[in-house]
């Protein structure tokens, strides 16, 4: 397996649509692992291909603290969403700002399974949220596109200016 680099806000490649997934195969399984690597090791609890510049519509979560509880989602689509959650989200692509965002509690969510198979599920709570959080990503959203304008422009130029003195500081 293989740790994957996580693209950055303002990286413009998250604003990307990802397209649908055709054929699960062995491939697209053994980049289903090194995302789960990755996610785990950033630590996270949910990770979009989006994040890892591949543009497909897939997503890895597992919000369990002991990190037993892996889903998959490859085409995932919203069948049912109710109640109202409101979580303080952070994100990979985001690191180190943590905002409340609104969101359903409740989801049903179709998708294909890791071989392949149709399927559905219920979820609640943070990980109804996380899904819910990992499919913006597949349509190019961000988080912070549910703040204020100045927020995600005070949060952009901080990022921006982090990765500054860190080129800065390994040159
Ligand atoms: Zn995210």
């Known amino acids: 397996m293989t740790k994957l680099r996580i693209l950055e806000f303002p990286d413009p490649r998250l604003r990307t649509k990802a397209a649908p997934v055709e054929v699960v195969d062995d491939a697209l399984r053994a980049l289903i692992d090194d995302m789960f690597e990755t996610m785990y090791a950033a630590p996270g609890i949910g990770l979009a291909a989006t994040q890892v510049d591949v543009h497909k519509r897939l997503l890895v979560a597992d919000v369990s603290a002991e990190k037993t509880d892996p889903h998959v989602l490859i085409n995932p689509r919203i069948l049912e969403k109710d109640g109202v959650a409101v979580t ?20 049903r969510v179709a998708f294909l399974d890791r071989d392949g198979k149709e399927t559905e599920m219920e979820a609640e709570g943070l990980l109804a949220v996380c899904i819910q959080h990992e499919m913006d990503h ?14 995600r422009s005070r949060i952009r130029k ?12 390994v040159a």
Do not use: T, W
């Not at 943590?98 to 359903?104: L, M, T």
């Not at 597949?138 to 927020?151: H, I, N, P």
């Not at 921006?160 to 800065?168: F, G, H, N, P």
């Open 158 to 169: 901080r990022l921006e200016r982090d990765r500054r003195q860190q080129a800065v500081s």
């Open 88 to 107: 303080e989200e952070g994100c990979l692509s985001v690191p180190g700002y943590y905002e409340e965002v609104e969101r359903a509690n409740h989801i």
């Open 138 to 151: 597949l349509e190019g959203k961000l988080f912070v596109d549910y703040l204020s304008e100045a927020k």
